[in-house]
């Protein structure tokens, strides 16, 4: 266990950035052919009241990823709930985590790790790879999370159920996959399964997932090669400046790091469909126009393009004529961002 574990904190660089269609996208545009997800069965709910699900996922993931770089649990509160239950769930499991948002790559197709672990299975240490889910749902209600999408029941290419714990299922081995194909031959081929951790914010669950079999024969590691990439059409905007509590500290740290002196996220100073607007210094009138874009340099070069063009026609529609436009992305070493010349 403890050489594994070793070998798992010290995973060598790949030398190169992500390059291709990320795998949320490529459910999203590819599988479901860009149709708004809409399960025939909401199931109940833990609160009557629950956070906004981006919110929720988001804190759960910064959270993770701190309390497994700084060795430490994380207390209960209200705010870290989801994040508390799905590392106690993982303990529980018997998986110990020793890295987050570890990059892969198989075919065409390109993920970030959640979460990568060890535990012992049979006997065995196994490589755990984790993908982490947050629910405002109960977690017995399994005719929920199996629940059918309304608009298409199923999913293109592998003519499976077009089902929320099918597309975690497709997400968790796909990261399985791509985890061996990137790291297999220099981690010398170890026991690996994926799991999906769920967690509401009373209690969370984990799940070992089979490999897939679609009906038709074609498996997701050949796909991933083959398949013809439909992109993923974003809405026109990109996501807001998340507060500090909701894993924005990060963010913020890092447009100042690139030489800003005050950032805005006011609806009435940042163009709609802007994720924050920064400017240099106190007395600077030119700004930046930041859309927030963390996989950017995952994606394929039509959605590159696809994003540069929808902030220009933020600026366009809401911005100054001055305004300066750029798109902040994360990396291996942190974050960074591209400059968008500007349609004259």
């Not at 459910?27 to 025939?40: D, E, M, Q, V, Y």
């Not at 919110?55 to 705010?79: F, H, I, S, W």
């Amino acid at each position: 266990m403890d050489a594994l574990e070793a070998r798992l904190a010290n995973l060598p660089s790949l030398g190169k950035p992500l390059s291709g269609t990320g795998i949320t996208s490529f459910i999203g545009g590819t599988l479901r052919a860009n149709s708004k997800f809409c399960p025939r069965r909401y199931g109940k709910r833990v609160s009557k009241k629950p956070e906004d699900p981006l919110k929720v996922g988001r804190r759960a993931d910064r959270l993770y990823q701190n309390c497994v770089a700084q060795k430490k649990r994380v207390e209960l509160t209200p705010k870290t709930a989801h994040a508390y239950h799905a590392m106690k769930a993982l303990r529980e499991f018997g998986i110990k985590s020793i890295a987050t948002q570890v990059p892969v790559q198989l075919g065409q197709l390109v993920s970030r790790l959640d979460g990568l672990g060890i535990y012992l299975k049979n006997g065995t240490p196994t490589v755990a790879v984790i993908e982490l889910k947050t629910t405002a749902r109960t977690l017995n209600d399994d005719a929920a999370y199996s629940s059918i999408c309304r608009n298409k029941p199923q999913l293109d290419i592998l003519d499976l159920d077009n089902s929320e714990k099918v597309c975690h299922d497709i997400q968790a081995e796909f990261g399985r996959l791509a985890f061996n194909a990137t790291y297999g031959e220099v981690l010398g081929k170890p026991p690996c399964h994926s799991v999906v951790v769920i967690a509401n914010s009373v209690e969370a669950g984990v799940r070992e997932v089979k490999p897939i079999v679609p009906p038709n024969g074609r498996s997701l590691a050949v796909i991933s090669s083959t398949a013809n990439i439909t992109p993923l059409l974003r809405a026109g905007s990109f996501s807001a400046l998340p507060s500090r509590l909701d894993g924005g500290g990060l963010i913020r740290t890092a447009i100042r790091s690139l030489g800003y002196k005050s950032i805005a996220t006011d609806k009435k100073k940042v163009p709609r469909g802007a994720s924050c607007v920064a400017l240099s210094g106190a007395d600077s009138k030119t700004r930046t126009l930041f859309g927030i874009r963390p996989q950017f340099l995952e994606q394929s070069q039509e959605q590159q393009s696809h994003d540069c063009q929808l902030l220009k026609n933020i600026a366009a529609r809401g911005g100054r004529p001055d305004d300066r436009l750029a798109i902040l992305y994360r990396h291996s070493g942190g974050w960074s961002s591209k400059v968008v010349a500007r349609s004259t």
